[in-house]
């Protein structure tokens, strides 16, 4: 079946700095590709929906200038946590689209700031 | 805001019952997933069912679909340890495009 993968799939960073998180689709190309964080014990939370060669669409409340998300190509998208605070510690998940009907996620990534 | 709402929000059984999860959503859809996710882990997709369907089954799943009251369940059948996970729905949303929006989810707990 279609795999996603995420790296890394931990991250501990110090308040202030960026942290960049891949997303990529190994086995099919993702015209499509979106980030969701999820808090613990909660649902996961759309943030972006990205489309290869063009700029995300971010939903409200959701900064652009802090979740920067490029998708330079068909297989893979990154979202880069802007001077990070301890708020954005989450679970980030991204998924990737082959089709209209089709999501596949990824297995995750657990941003710690201190 | 979220989508879909799950119901309940917590669920408790013993090995070999039945597990029955509801879904309601606000706005129209095109269609309805279920998703189940391990404790800090990735989603699993379980199962798609379109607006014009009312049931669908897959192994020991068994999902319904009111469109007239807006709602979803998700039956999980001879339920095993194994089974234990939070359980989301998600949908298309009223926005045209192609975008999920999940539910809050139902954490299940299989005591063996």
């Known amino acids: 079946g279609a795999v996603v993968s995420q790296h890394p799939s931990r991250v501990i960073c110090k308040s202030g700095t960026s942290v960049k998180i891949e997303c990529r689709s190994l086995d099919f190309q993702a015209t499509t590709m979106f980030w969701y964080r999820q808090f613990p014990k909660q649902s996961l939370m759309l943030m972006a929906t990205?489309?290869?060669?063009?700029?995300?669409?971010?939903e409200q409340g959701v900064e652009k200038d802090k979740f920067l998300i490029n998708h330079a190509s068909l297989t893979l998208s990154t979202l880069t946590v802007t001077s990070a605070h301890p708020e954005d510690s989450s679970f980030y998940i991204c998924s990737a689209s082959p089709n209209t009907d089709t999501q596949y996620f990824g297995p995750g990534t657990r941003l710690t700031v201190l | 805001s979220q989508q879909g709402e799950e119901d309940p929000q917590a669920l408790s059984i013993q090995e070999g019952e039945n597990a029955t999860m509801n879904c309601s959503y606000k706005t129209s859809i095109n269609n309805l997933q279920w998703y189940r996710q391990n404790s800090g882990r990735g989603l699993v997709h379980l199962i798609l069912i379109r607006s014009n369907e009312r049931e669908k089954h897959s192994g020991r799943l068994r999902v319904t679909l009111d469109t007239s009251k807006k709602s979803s369940s998700l039956l999980i059948t001879a339920s095993r340890a194994a089974d234990t996970a939070s359980y989301f729905c998600?949908?298309?949303?009223?926005?045209?495009?192609?975008?999920?929006?999940f539910g809050a989810g139902t954490r299940l707990f299989v005591k063996a």
């Open positions: 998600a949908t298309d949303g009223d926005t045209g495009g192609f975008k999920t929006i």
């Open positions: 990205s489309n290869e060669g063009s700029k995300a669409t971010y």
